[in-house]
């Protein structure tokens, strides 16, 4: 007896483990024994045990959601290097201040903003609107001189809202044209396709 005593009065004296980190986030069990039901407690067990297991299945399949997503960010980052070092090498050039191009002073250089395209072709001095052809859909862009070659003439790096694209000719020495992008959420590489490439959005 006196061992027994011995032995609880220095289980009183020990200081009560504080749970750890882990512990703390377990489920804990608190179902009483009750002799009478056995059955019941047993059912009890069973379903503690299958609910433990469905929440382990959920913090698995959400961490493994998650580094899904974090691999995905990586590769997007991965892959937009790579187009822009492929850029690179491909002879895709430095835009002008404005993010546009200038081709040739002869010729027409173009400008942006992420909603607007600006188109600015010189023309001869004195040049009348009518030998003007300036022909804007939504995804082709035409613009020269009556019964002459075009100037301009190919299909958009991306679709433009016809209906809110304008022309004028400016003091009859150069065309202006503006162009509305469909997405205005995004920095085009080219006015039109296969022609120069401009290494944007960095």
């Not at 992420?114 to 995804?139: I, S």
């Not at 790096?157 to 009859?172: A, G, H, N």
Request: a negative charge; proline letters at 4%; glycine letters at 4%.
């Amino acid at each position: 007896m006196a061992i027994i005593s011995d032995f609880k009065d220095e289980e009183e004296k020990q200081p009560e483990a504080k749970p750890s980190a882990s512990s703390s986030a377990m489920t804990k069990f608190s179902v009483r024994f009750d002799s009478s039901s056995p059955l019941g407690f047993i059912k009890e067990a069973f379903e503690f045990v299958a609910r433990e297991k469905e929440r382990a299945k959920k913090a698995k399949e959400a961490a493994a959601a998650k580094k899904v997503e974090e691999e995905k960010k990586v590769q997007e980052v991965e892959m937009k290097d790579a187009e822009e070092e492929e850029e690179e090498k491909s002879g895709a050039i430095v835009p002008n201040k404005s993010n546009g191009l200038d081709l040739d002073l002869e010729s027409y250089s173009w400008t942006q903003t992420l909603q607007e395209v600006t188109v600015h072709v010189p023309v001869p001095k004195g040049t009348k609107g009518r030998f003007v052809v300036c022909d804007t859909k939504k995804n082709h862009l035409k613009v020269g001189f009556k019964g002459q070659p075009p100037v301009i003439e190919g299909e958009l790096f991306r679709t433009v809202k016809p209906d809110d694209c304008y022309w004028s000719l400016e003091d009859q020495s150069a065309i202006s044209i503006l162009l509305t992008k469909h997405n205005q959420m995004e920095w085009w590489k080219s006015l039109v396709k296969g022609i120069l490439k401009l290494i944007v959005g960095r």
